[in-house]
């Protein structure tokens, strides 16, 4: 039995992730997200792979809803093999026109969900001594990011979040892992007149993760940075 735990799970990169480890001998798919009419139709999608697949609604940035999932989830099948923090959100707003209360909203999903998710499995994980810690990034974790500050600001936090926890955690049999993709084709660009060749597909993103996940437990992807070609 294989257990993964996804956040931001209802669509996306979310959605596409869950859908490649649902092909997984003995899946255990955990699907969280808010919406639970979206996490109903990858649900069924996830079994229909041969998953056996469920979901919890959740904000992931309330500490007492994360705790009371992850009591739940470790209650009945355990510390997963495969934690994905991918929930994030992404509001492009100048530096001037940003107010602190977007700011701290932008901070809250991208970040502190990451913080407070990982936290309430990392104790049980590293009582297991295996398993993956997946941090969905950003090319915004490590480069300027004008059009959207607060977005750049949490996602290079994201990025010293991995950093720092795959440094006190190398010894305790775990992996961390940041992926950090460009521009991604998912609903958050719906109606954008970027043409779908400066995408990177999610399902990309899923194979890689999914690739990752599968290497033998000696070997190590720290960071990777995946972006659309540059001639697209």
Not at 192 to 208: L, M, Q, S
Request: charge should be neutral; include cysteine; charged fraction near 20%.
């Amino acid at each position: 039995m294989t257990t993964i735990v996804i956040t931001g799970a209802s669509q996306g990169i979310g959605a596409e992730i869950a859908r490649k480890f649902s092909g997984l001998q003995n899946a255990v798919v955990l699907l969280l997200a808010r919406s639970e009419s979206k996490l109903k139709i990858i649900k069924e999608e996830c079994r229909q792979l041969g998953a056996d697949a469920h979901y919890f609604v959740c904000d992931v940035t309330d500490e007492m809803q994360i705790k009371n999932v992850a009591k739940q989830i470790i209650a009945k099948w355990a510390a997963p093999d495969a934690l994905i923090n991918n929930a994030g959100f992404y509001q492009p707003t100048s530096f001037t026109e940003t107010t602190a209360d977007e700011f701290q909203f932008q901070i809250n999903i991208n970040l502190t969900s990451a913080f407070l998710v990982t936290q309430a499995f990392l104790p049980h994980m590293i009582e297991k001594r295996t398993g993956d810690i997946f941090y969905v990034c950003a090319t915004a974790s490590w480069q300027p990011f004008p059009v959207s500050p607060a977005y750049c600001a949490a996602k290079h936090g994201l990025l010293g979040l991995s950093r720092t926890l795959r440094d006190t955690t190398k010894d305790k049999g775990l992996r961390v892992v940041a992926v950090m993709p460009g521009k991604t084709l998912t609903p958050a660009w719906d109606g954008t007149e970027i043409p779908v060749e400066k995408f990177i597909p999610a399902d990309d993103v899923a194979n890689i993760i999914l690739s990752i996940h599968q290497l033998d437990r000696r070997t190590n992807i720290d960071e990777i940075i995946v972006r659309p070609r540059e001639s697209s």
